[in-house]
């Protein structure tokens, strides 16, 4: 057996059996071996970035390693910003890297580079596969790494000789990691804070925005008085009718010191400290207010479902607060906007619908009108890299193929990882789209305000401006082979968005908005 | 003076005055300094692949420095294949790097990564600025280091505070460094091998394949029976009607291998000895016969030409051969294909074009087709990381508003940076964009034979080939605001080109061309 054939056996073996990507030379005999082994699933994108953010939103839904197959320092270098936000999401992404043939390295072809120097600002484990016949126990290795707990990207080199010779073998599967037990100790002492009165604020991310962690959560929040709060982009939250509705800590470091005003005690639950995601003249980066005390309830490979459910029964918590019942917006009238978009969408998201969200500035309204929507999954922007929202719509709904998946887009970031749609159209993924066309980086418009770059004139603007020449998504969809509309009003909007969610296959809307800023 | 204004002035003081870039939060200030400095024109990109493909174009035909403005990180991973591309041209870029604020970094925000890390695989010389009164110094030092020569990628972090801060101060301008003489021994060692009468093959790159080097080189050739062959990717060669028609190094190496066949001494001419682009089972890497010699005429920081002018008065050559005169194919007729558009290509190509050629396997007929056109530059892939030919006739573009250009592109490759045809549209760039629709990424169709992967099936094949569905790209350069036509016959390109060709602006044309693969 081939070193490639081994390599993608061992992968299938131990749960990894979808690959996107956008192979090369280098990477010919790992596709060649989709046909020996049909357990493997291939899904083409055109673009690397669209491969890696997919890969991304596959694992957040699957709860399993996603792999992605890259082409070199080049080819890894496309896909390196959505790894980042695959590393802000902490997610099992193993990253096959292919490179030219050992030997051939020393000539310094074209397409050489380090490729290690790449991967290593989004991957803490990355092993170069030095023979055929370690192929195999390397992408084992390359899974249990990526796994975890917590999940992080995983790079395995795989030179091209390494991939053709023949010597390979099979690794066993790797054994599943649980995530830790929060020793009763950590526990205790959140209690005692809870217990002590003080102002107290559960900052909840990762494993703890799930719905047994919010309901564990509202079951403490109820009987201590405790405040609750999401981090501000989370990988994967659950949220809708019957799961309690958690606010997300704002984006806006002034609303976000708002949301923490008054608060003592910070407890993390799966997330980190919050920061302010950019830095503003004589603002502070540091979001914890002053006195407040920070401590930990759960870690990254921790099981924080489980600990705030052991929260819950040392603060003597009763039963969890009656669930609010769905309890949706009507259905909207007027011009096209922002609100009456959300509104749409709270008025028509389907049970169990996975939103891929990177709406940015046009998604203000998104979470207070589809709060009391059926239940569903909302997926975010983990790294900050714009790009990410359409890839993870693709890999999210390869990883569930029976659920609705809407992502919900501004326009400038559509952009990025536009090529998206085309994977859509080939693998007749159920994805509707919502292009939220303001025409602008809206959010560098308010930037450019917060940081204090007063002076600009017409020449600045034109560089946060991304028309003219308008740019007509339908056009652009169509061209990937996606069917798209141009609605003109909240009806139009809201006839299109129920006929998308009611057709199976990808279909795109392209709501021409004001921007915000 | 703030540090990103003292940064920006110091840029166009030594003759960087043209920036590519998508920016962000944290180049803000550098943003809004354009108002205030309208030397330094700004020219936005949807996304940094176009922009540092396009600063590698720019830097080819202006012969000068050009700048890229990036965000972070993540901006730099998705500008990274071009900044990789541009490393292999090695033209003078100067990546203007966005940070978060000095103080801020310690936080870990989303956007957090290691800039100088994803830098380092591309760019020999990375600095941080560390102060606002640093700022100037460090971009003219930024230019010193990217202009060499020879030219490379030179990395300038700009911290966000840095940029806001006052104190800055404009840096006294670059001073040009001229190319290096090669010593007289240097000429006289390679024409003592010229005169041996051994068979000998000049290799010529760099800045030999400019007019003057390949009319010196033809004397030599002339005079001494040498062979004359270019580098397979050349970042420019001038070419056509008048410019000794030298043949490029095949990019196939049994091709190549067949060139170079008898060759007992090769002489290098600002280039490196030929390598397989890739390795192949069983196939040498080293692309230099057994038993020949490799000398050095010309390096890359030399001036090649003046070296081959050396070199031709030392082997006694006399007056150039007399130049081939303007030679066109006809008006081609029938289907529609490789062949007839090459030979329209050949048939209308305007004095003074320049070429952006990434037709990949769909360009096998375009060198000899249009050899006797009118004088004209034609630029490669030089990295072989694809979609780099839509960037760099941006680039080439904006640095010759006054020449007309022609980006010939693979589908496959223009996937990965169409958003180049919006820049082409707000900038009213005047180029012609053909894109050779083969559906497939047929250079992979070729190579998997090649690699002996052989038994590839239906499900291999599948991620190798762009259809279905077939993407239309009518639809998508319209749809970023470049008008576009789809010709079915050779005639009717022929048409569609000779229009594109007069009117200025961009234009698209979608050939839909059988595969040669």
């Known amino acids: 057996m081939i070193g490639g054939e081994a390599l993608v056996r061992s992968l299938v073996a131990s749960g990894c059996d979808v690959v996107f990507g956008n192979p090369g030379t280098s990477e010919m005999h790992f596709v060649a071996t989709l046909d020996a082994v049909p357990e493997m699933r291939g899904v083409l994108a055109l673009f690397e970035g669209v491969a890696t953010g997919a890969a991304d939103g596959y694992a957040r839904m699957r709860e399993g390693p996603a792999a992605v197959l890259l082409h070199l320092g080049p080819g890894l270098g496309n896909g390196l910003a959505n790894l980042h936000n695959a590393r802000r999401s902490r997610v099992p992404v193993v990253a096959i890297v292919g490179d030219h043939a050992t030997y051939h390295q020393q000539y310094d072809a074209p397409l050489e580079s380090d490729i290690e120097t790449v991967a290593r600002n989004v991957s803490p484990w990355i092993r170069r596969s030095a023979t055929a016949a370690a192929a195999g126990a390397d992408a084992a290795a390359a899974v249990a790494a990526a796994v975890g707990p917590p999940g992080q990207v995983a790079t395995l080199i795989l030179p091209a000789d390494v991939s053709w010779s023949d010597g390979g073998s099979v690794a066993e599967p790797v054994r599943r990691v649980e995530r830790g037990v929060v020793p009763a100790s950590t526990v205790e002492r959140v209690a005692g804070i809870l217990r002590s009165g003080a102002r107290t604020t559960l900052l909840l991310g990762g494993g703890a925005v799930r719905a047994a962690g919010l309901r564990a959560a509202a079951r403490i929040a109820a009987a201590t008085g405790a405040g609750l709060l999401a981090e501000t982009f989370p990988a994967r939250m659950e949220r809708g009718a019957g799961i309690p509705a958690v606010e997300r800590l704002a984006y806006l470091a002034e609303m976000a010191m708002m949301q923490l005003d008054g608060t003592r005690h910070l407890v993390l639950v799966d997330t980190t400290a919050p920061v302010s995601f950019f830095a503003?003249?004589?603002?502070?980066?540091?979001?914890?207010?002053?006195?407040?005390?920070?401590?930990?309830?759960?870690?990254?490979g921790d099981d924080a479902s489980a600990a705030l459910e052991?929260?819950?029964?040392?603060?003597?918590?009763?039963?969890?607060?009656?669930?609010?019942?769905?309890?949706?917006?009507?259905?909207?009238?007027?011009?096209?906007?922002?609100?009456?978009?959300?509104?749409?969408?709270?008025?028509?998201?389907?049970?169990?619908?996975?939103?891929?969200?990177?709406?940015?500035?046009?998604?203000?309204?998104?979470?207070?009108?589809?709060?009391?929507?059926?239940?569903?999954?909302?997926?975010?922007?983990?790294?900050?890299?714009?790009?990410?929202?359409?890839?993870?719509?693709?890999?999210?709904?390869?990883?569930?193929?029976?659920?609705?998946?809407?992502?919900?887009?501004?326009?400038?970031?559509?952009?990025?990882?536009?090529?998206?749609?085309?994977?859509?159209?080939?693998?007749?993924?159920?994805?509707?789209?919502?292009?939220?066309?303001?025409?602008?980086?809206?959010?560098?418009?308010?930037?450019?305000?917060?940081?204090?770059?007063?002076?600009?004139g017409e020449r600045a603007l034109r560089m946060l401006d991304i028309a003219p020449p308008e740019i007509d998504f339908v056009s652009l969809a169509q061209g990937l082979g996606v069917p798209a509309v141009r609605p003109d009003s909240a009806e139009a909007f809201a006839d299109a968005l129920e006929r998308a969610f009611a057709e199976p296959g990808p279909h795109l809307i392209d709501a021409v908005v004001p921007s915000l800023f």
């Open 310 to 456: 052991a929260l819950a029964a040392a603060v003597g918590s009763g039963a969890a607060p009656a669930a609010a019942p769905t309890s949706r917006p009507g259905r909207p009238s007027g011009a096209l906007g922002a609100d009456t978009i959300a509104q749409a969408i709270g008025h028509l998201l389907p049970e169990g619908a996975i939103v891929s969200d990177e709406a940015n500035t046009s998604g203000t309204f998104l979470p207070g009108l589809t709060s009391g929507s059926p239940p569903h999954d909302w997926l975010t922007l983990t790294g900050g890299a714009i790009g990410q929202g359409l890839p993870v719509a693709v890999g999210a709904a390869v990883a569930c193929p029976e659920r609705p998946v809407l992502a919900l887009e501004a326009d400038g970031s559509a952009l990025y990882t536009l090529q998206s749609l085309w994977t859509m159209a080939r693998e007749q993924l159920d994805v509707t789209t919502v292009i939220f066309s303001n025409r602008r980086y809206a959010i560098l418009r308010m930037e450019l305000a917060r940081v204090g770059a007063t002076a600009s």
């Open 280 to 300: 503003y003249p004589g603002k502070p980066s540091n979001l914890v207010p002053d006195g407040c005390e920070v401590s930990v309830l759960a870690g990254g």
